[in-house]
């Protein structure tokens, strides 16, 4: 009997980006604040009778072929473990494409843990975290999940216990706009870039204790001047969202999403009735643990 697996692969946002220097082997170092949200996609993976991978998405921006992360994680799990490739993957979309939220990587990550569990594989967790780095340098955080420093290229990660109660996130993302991640970083310039790290513990520690204020100080992202620069209308929602001073809003990744963090709903749908008459679309979730 041909077997069928549904998973959610979950949003993320950067709470803080440094991004420190270009590495000798192109990829750039970086240290990241990482929080999944609620936001999230759906995968099912199916066995099927012919051979080869199928992909499948309600979304006509999304590729279909080799280029989608997802066809490269099947690949390196079926191959990982000799096993003939006969499967239907379909994504239900709901995590905009290109838009910094690392919509690609969690649909990849899912399509990882979901394989283990289709195959009945027993898979260690350096194991799976081997794979989900040669994929891409978000994957191996969305395996996890929840609230990690991220450093390396991404695959160093340290794990936190997320705010409790979870801060209420509002995503703001700007119509027809879309940003790629190999622009920004290739365009970003970090001039002297002193040491953040005394900042990284500091805008952690807040961001555990849901102290709003103290955030507002203390949040940055390295990749703001290069989206911003190009899209001003990034920066015109970043000041929208911040306005009522009930939440406080940045870019996520290379953008061009921006996310405001609210202590309750009350007081982010305050802040989003700023948005009325922009062509943006918007989101209301909350921050969430670890996968299951």
Known sequence: ?????????????????????????????LASIMQTISLADTITLKEIGEPGIRIFC?????????????????????????????????????IPVAAGLAGGSTDAAAVL??????????????????????IGSDVPFVVHGGLALAEGRGE????????????????VVPTGVSVSTRWAYENYHP??????????????????RRDIEAL???VFNDLESV??????????????????GEGVAMMSGSGPSVFALFTDRRRAMNAVKNLDGMAVNVFIEHITRKNT
Do not use: C
């Open 1 to 29: 009997m041909k077997k069928t697996l549904i998973l959610q692969a979950p949003a993320k946002i950067n709470i803080a980006l440094w991004v420190k220097h270009k590495r000798p082997d192109g990829y750039h170092e």
């Open 58 to 94: 309600d979304n006509p921006d999304v590729p279909l072929d080799g280029t989608n992360l997802v066809h490269r994680a099947a690949t390196v799990f079926l191959d990982r473990f000799s096993i003939e490739p006969r499967l239907a993957i379909n994504i239900d979309k709901k």
């Open 113 to 134: 843990t979901g394989l283990a569990r289709l195959y009945d594989k027993a898979v260690t967790v350096p194991d799976i975290m081997n794979m989900a780095t040669s």
């Open 156 to 171: 160093i990660l340290s794990f936190y216990e997320p705010p409790k109660p979870p801060l209420v996130v509002v995503i």
């Open 191 to 208: 001039g002297n870039n002193q040491s953040k790290e005394k900042a990284f513990g500091e805008v952690l520690q807040a961001y555990r």
């Open 216 to 218: 507002k100080a203390l």
């Open 227 to 244: 989206t911003l620069h190009r899209h001003p209308e990034v920066l015109k929602i970043k000041e929208l969202l911040n306005s009522t």
